[in-house]
């Protein structure tokens, strides 16, 4: 029988290229060498669209519902705010959820929480998209905003009942 060199040939080739282009290249400074670290409980970070709430601030949604384009930094810092008094109140109602004793069944509120944190997160995510509006399509993000707001209002009173205090 005889044998072909041609894949044995194929096969150190490739070995060839594969250590020549792995170890010899200069690290790219535009590429991130590592990635974020997430551990499973931490809270999820606001969006970067979105600026630092003021502190103490009242926010309410009949405040920015109505703002235009023109005053979109007026409504992402409202928008700010009001995320910033949710994720407040999530985190007493899982604090509360975690106070719970076996007699009084945590686990009633759990589908409420998770349908909660399901609103929420679609809720950061039109608040990400406010952040790229152009003046043709604010009013349709304001809306999506506007949508995503009721939900999550509608989820939270459904898990502060579902929750024990």
Known sequence: M???PYP???????GLVAFSSSACSEPNPRVATTAPVVVAGDPVPAPAALPA???????EWSDIQALGYDDRADFLEGLGRLVAQLEKRIDELKSRRAALTAAQDPVAGD?????LATSRTRLLSASTDMGK???ENWNLRRERV?????EVRSDYEKADAAVPR
């Open 8 to 14: 044995h040939l194929l096969f150190a080739l490739s």
């Open 146 to 150: 506007a949508a995503a707001w009721e």
């Open 111 to 115: 589908a409420a929480l998770k349908a």
């Open 2 to 4: 005889k044998t072909r």
């Open 53 to 59: 709430p003021a502190p103490d601030a009242p926010a």
């Open 133 to 135: 509006a152009t003046p």
